[in-house]
């Protein structure tokens, strides 16, 4: 299996900071990574796709970045409903794995 | 707009089988443009692919629980069905239906999430 492996397990940021994520793949996926946001009580919801693409309804203050075996989320001025945490996905090879989570705290 | 909403009982006792229904709203299940799939969270393993369906028949399931998972449809009712046999603590999550992309692998959108306690 692939083991996604995020960092940092948890973050302090401010209204209009710049926050950026790492999510490490044990071996090469190509592109095939995935950001999700889940806010509390809540399911995940998709923001990037294929490592870089921004999901439709996405703002475009977030970001990702990356290939092969590194990848980052960047979030531009933060806004109060970004709050939530965020995990990567793998979808190079089955079976599908997430990371662990980040969360992002005021 | 494709809904998804997660149903079934909330307590299942250990040794028994953990049953849940996804019912589809804003497409169909036989749709051959859809594959659908489960995960599910806890907070000991976090989020855990469990499988994912495609009406064809083409099923792909997670080997950690794959001697003990079938997914499958009703297409009469629009409904995806999750069946985990033999159910321990360990079982014990949030089960999730979501959309998903065979093409790129995400998944969306997701149902609200059933939780599901394995207890005596």
């Known amino acids: 299996d692939i083991q996604m492996t995020q960092s940092p397990s948890s973050v302090s940021a401010s209204v209009g900071d710049r926050v950026t994520i790492t999510c490490r793949a044990s071996?090469?996926?190509?592109?095939?990574l995935i950001w999700y946001q889940q806010k509390s009580g809540q399911a995940p919801n998709l923001l990037i796709y294929?490592?870089?693409s921004l999901h439709s309804g996405v703002p475009s203050r977030f970001s990702g970045s990356g290939y092969g075996t590194n990848f980052t989320l960047t979030i531009n001025s933060l806004q109060p409903e970004d709050f939530a945490t965020y995990f990567c996905?793998?979808?190079?090879?089955?079976?599908?794995?997430f990371g662990q989570g980040t969360r992002l705290e005021i | 707009q494709l809904q998804l909403q997660e149903s079934g009982p909330g307590l299942v006792k250990p040794s028994e089988t953990l049953s849940l229904t996804c019912t589809f709203s804003?497409?169909?299940?036989?749709?051959?443009?859809?594959?659908w799939g489960w995960i599910r969270q806890s907070p000991g393993k976090g989020l855990e692919w469990i499988g994912s369906?495609?009406?064809?028949?083409?099923?792909v399931y997670n080997p950690s629980l794959k001697s003990r998972v079938t997914i499958s449809a009703d297409t009469s009712k629009n409904q995806l069905s999750l069946k985990v046999n033999s159910v321990t603590a360990g079982d014990t999550a949030i089960y999730y239906c979501?959309?998903?992309?065979?093409?790129?692998?995400?998944?969306?959108?997701w149902g609200q999430g059933t939780l599901v306690t394995v207890s005596s």
């Open positions: 804003g497409g169909s299940i036989r749709s051959t443009d859809y594959n």
């Open positions: 996905q793998q979808a190079n090879s089955f079976p599908l794995t």
């Open positions: 071996q090469g996926i190509g592109d095939f």
């Open positions: 294929s490592a870089s």
């Open positions: 369906f495609h009406y064809s028949g083409d099923t």
């Open positions: 979501a959309y998903w992309s065979r093409s790129s692998g995400w998944f969306d959108p």
